[in-house]
């Protein structure tokens, strides 16, 4: 089991028996005094504009919009992968330049609106009269997204795409935090 893991289960754990001990189910917190592994800082990796450029062509090349759409949605609106996977086409409002998020979807389980900047309204655009209705991916869309991201031929890390949004947005000086609205 890594830190992390236990860093996780000891927090989750603390969290349970906290809430015993307001409920007067119990006197004290037994994890209170376990020391918690020490988490190294590892800085995220980002793409490069030209990688995600290239990606997005690729889905182009390939008439992979399923995918391409994803991508849009991750990289230029923030969303999670794995929220975006669960979304369907209803979801995409192009018409008010937002990307409805329920609640069941979305990691914190807060309903959000993420807003459609003219970057990825412009990609969104041109797949639109593509779309269907129905989800945007299917269930395998892991296997999907990993074979368009070989295609492409670049360097990718877990979470790169929504970890350069929020590089590239932070370095812009947008003040939005996608995964608070």
Known sequence: MGDVTKKNILTHLSVLFNYAIKEELL??????KITRPTIKFHQPHVLTP????KLLQRCVEFGWHDRLAIFV???FC????EEASRLSWSHLHLDRGIVELPAEFAKKARF???PIPPNAMAWLRFI?????????????WKRMLEAAVGSARITYHQNCIRHS????ALACGCHCRPADR
């Open 27 to 32: 006197g004290i917190n037994p994890v209170k």
């Open 50 to 53: 030209a990688d995600f450029e």
């Open 73 to 75: 949605l991750v990289g």
């Open 78 to 81: 923030g969303i999670r992968t």
């Open 112 to 114: 959000r609106n993420n």
């Open 128 to 140: 639109e009269d593509k779309r269907r209705t129905g989800p945007i991916i299917g269930p395998k």
């Open 165 to 168: 949004f929020c590089s590239y």
